[in-house]
């Protein structure tokens, strides 16, 4: 290996299919999604999240709802990119199986599947109730994460006090935390990030929205204060104001040396997730206020 080759120090996690799925009922064509994972690959994403890994649902939901492993094996997977799913927790935690077997039903071993990372989603209050899930997928072999939501409105002590806990699991390889609501400040990131280092010391991650615009500044003050792990998605697809554009993070990143990636050769796939933004117009809205004249 040449050793002059550079390397990336912050990850990138495309969670494009996954969270822009809420707009289409996660069933992308797929003309659309061999030409996202081709950007991926050629622009250095390291962890694709391709969708959710969901227990069987009567309402009717497309594939991407529940990435089964014979569904992904249809496709041609990034071999640079680590693929990952998100678990719902609450969709588990409120089973009548109960957590464990419903992770043993849906998760072969690690092994025997493409998936490399699983993601936990449960909301920071609720954050504690996670650890059998967590525990269950590391005996099967995979990487594991937790993305805390709605942790907005903690204290440094709540924050500290968590990251603790979690770490205590033994269980999780990356702690992400999410500003559901789109309401964080930079100073509250910092905050945030320093508080949690106190408690965890492993990887931390990012996941935030753009309701005030500051997605993306959030996201690189975030880089600059201890996280490692960002979210992003192509054109910002998401609910609502959407989320950090993998376009505009990897090419900030890129500028300030903390990713070999190029933001150019996402453009093919960019120019197919722009189509769907003009059906369904998500991203940051400026309110004008009203003048008289």
Known sequence: MDNNVKKSSVYILDCTLRDGGYYNNWDFESDVVNR?????EAASIDVVEIGFRSLPKPSLMGPFAFCTDDFLETFNLPEGSK????VNCKEFLTNEDGPVNCVKK??????????????????????LEAEGIAQTLKLLG??????????????????????????????????????????????????????????????????????????LINTLVATENGVSWCDGTITGMGRGAGNVS????????????????DATLLHESVEDFNSYKTIYNWGFKYLLPFCIQ
Request: charged fraction near 20%; hydrophobic fraction near 45%.
């Open 106 to 127: 849906l998760f072969r071993k690690a092994d025997d599947s493409q998936i490399e990372l699983v993601r936990l989603a449960i909301n920071f209050n609720n954050a």
């Open 36 to 40: 996202y994972l081709q950007a991926m």
């Open 142 to 215: 995979y990487r594991v994460a937790i993305n805390l939501m709605q942790s907005h409105g903690k204290t440094d002590d709540q924050y500290l006090d968590m990251g603790k806990k979690i770490a205590a699991w033994n269980a999780l390889d990356v702690l992400y935390f999410a500003d559901s609501l789109g309401n964080m400040i930079p100073e509250k990131i910092i905050m945030v990030c320093n508080s949690l280092k106190k408690g965890w010391n492993g990887p931390l991650g990012i996941h935030a929205h753009n309701n005030k615009n500051l997605a």
């Open 83 to 86: 693929i990952g799913v998100m």
């Open 246 to 261: 993998t376009e505009s993070l990897l090419l900030e990143l890129n500028l300030r040396g903390k990713h070999v990636g």
